[in-house]
């Protein structure tokens, strides 16, 4: 039994039609009075780390399942509140998304203030967490994932063949079948990224706001760019940090991921050769060398369950934080040794990889035939063949259920001018080349700040001082840079 590999944790459809908010009779008549969320302690809240420490304050909020039917059945969101504490400085609402898809929400307000989001920020706004349909507290989708189907996690094997993808093939079919015939079914055509800014519109009409700002990272990017798209007018400050695509999390999206590993992989090499005691080589190209020693020989005999595509998992996973690089040169010294990973992969939430799913393959159309999937893995093979394996290898999206109610949005132009984009220039979850994809789709309406550094996500939490900045003083004082900045590296403290 293969390991979990949760690959694109925090990590897009062509559409022919743009979506607004008036394509949904819902949407554009929704009315609320403050207060009509009923605000109480959260469940499971951890204990704050002292006595001044702010609490969440959670509530639940009943949505349309469908918006074409805003009075049909209704599903149940979860929604939290870090209520700002000076009436003085508060502008209003910050809604908050940490990317996904599949992942929850409600925590990420307290999670952000605990990892630096600044006082200026935090007195300017109630910060506002929720998870998305068919997540966590939310109505909760399923695909019925047998423990084995779980324990495989949301990344196919490496493809080293055409006939390693057709063998992949019918473990991706079963999901989607099991998907597309599980207890909640009844939500599958409904639970897509469109339906969950609409969601989001609900909740700022719920908190009695004319209109709500915005910090969503990694998927959270196109969710936000889907939200601004579709309510325009009633988006404030919108921040897009680290940015997929305007397609969002499609197939295009995905095979992705290993151009982002090649753009990132360089940071971590050049730290393992400048630090010989792990023994994994004395420059970079050792060090990649190395890479591809591990895989081959795990691919032909595992350690203790860690195969080749598990340990590209591994990797891709722990280039997402720079404060990881030393854990990860650790864990492929004990595989050089034969000895097991020091810390075992998590094990992931059935919740997560349904609602992973749910998103992924109910935005857009993916690729309906095995060839076509051979034929991305044999080119992604020599173009990326660290992760290309994998991420042109086929997935459940595959044989979808034809279910869609509606086409994708399409990102544009047409809004105000208000939406800031982060974004890091060698990120392996989003690479820069998708975010200034989106940056062209979003036009006039977006300013664009790029930092010279690696890793997945950059506001509050990276080193760059220089995005930090620029990022706080746009949601606190609306200050936006008038063309896009490119932020130089800071110097390793």
């Known amino acids: 039994m293969r390991k979990t590999l949760s690959l694109a944790l925090a990590t897009t459809a062509v559409a022919a039609v743009a979506i607004s908010g008036a394509s949904a009779a819902a949407p554009d008549t929704v009315t609320a009075t403050p207060g009509s969320l009923r605000w109480g302690p959260c469940p499971q809240q951890p204990a704050p780390p002292n006595a001044d420490a702010p609490r969440l304050e959670c509530a639940t909020l009943d949505v349309p399942l469908d918006y074409r039917h805003p009075d049909g059945r209704q599903i149940e969101i979860a929604v939290s509140r870090l209520a700002s504490k000076d009436p003085a400085k508060r502008r209003g609402v910050l809604l908050t998304n940490p990317g996904g898809p599949g992942v929850s929400g409600v925590d990420y307000p307290a999670q952000l203030a605990g990892v630096g989001l600044p006082k200026d920020v935090l007195d300017s706004y109630d910060v506002i967490g929720f998870d998305p349909r068919g997540v ?4 909760p989708v399923t695909c019925d994932l047998t423990p084995q189907q779980q324990s495989r996690g949301n990344f196919p094997p490496y493809a080293h063949t055409a006939a390693d993808v057709a063998k992949e093939a019918p473990h991706a079919r079963a999901i989607a079948e099991q998907c597309a015939t599980s207890r909640t079914a009844w939500m599958l055509p409904y639970t897509t990224t469109a339906n969950t800014a609409r969601d989001m519109d609900r909740i700022r009409a719920a908190l009695g706001e004319p209109k709500a700002s915005y910090l969503g990272a990694s998927y959270g990017s196109y969710l936000g760019a889907v939200y601004t798209t579709l309510f325009p007018q009633r988006s404030d400050r919108i921040v897009l940090d680290s ?11 995905f095979r992705l ?18 630090h010989p005691e792990y023994g994994l080589g004395t420059t970079p190209r050792q060090v990649t060398a190395k890479f591809f020693e591990l895989a081959k020989r795990l691919d032909a005999e595992p350690v203790d369950g860690i195969d080749g595509t598990l340990f590209r998992g591994v990797t891709f996973e722990h280039l997402y934080v720079e404060g990881l690089l030393p854990k990860l040169a650790k864990e492929w010294q004990a595989l050089d040794q034969g000895k097991p990973l020091t810390t075992p992969p998590p094990q992931i939430s059935e919740n997560f990889l ?3 799913f749910y998103v992924t393959c109910g935005d857009s159309r993916w690729p309906g035939k095995v060839r076509d999937y051979q034929r991305n893995a044999a080119i992604d093979r020599l173009k990326y063949p660290m992760l290309g394996g994998v991420t042109a290898n086929i997935k459940p999206c595959a044989f979808w259920p034809d279910s869609r109610v509606e086409p994708p949005v399409k990102i544009g132009d ?14 392996p979850g989003t690479p ?6 989106m940056r062209r789709a979003l036009g006039d309406r977006a300013t664009m700040v790029t ?16 995005a930090n900045n620029t990022v706080t003083a746009f949601l606190t004082d609306g200050q936006r840079p008038a063309d896009d900045l490119a932020c130089a590296a800071e110097p390793k403290k």
């Open 432 to 437: 820069l080349v998708g975010a200034l994809k």
């Open 243 to 253: 940015n997929l695509g305007p397609g969002g999390y499609d197939v295009a999206a």
């Open 354 to 356: 349904a609602g992973h």
């Open 451 to 466: 930092a010279d550094q690696g890793g997945h996500g950059v506001y509050p939490f990276g080193r760059n001082t220089c």
């Open 136 to 139: 966590g507290r939310s109505t």
């Open 414 to 427: 047409r809004g105000p001018s208000n939406v800031l984009m982060v974004q890091n220039e060698r990120d």
């Open 257 to 274: 991921l290993g151009r982002g590993m090649e753009d990132r992989f360089p940071d971590f090499a050049a730290y393992a050769a400048a």
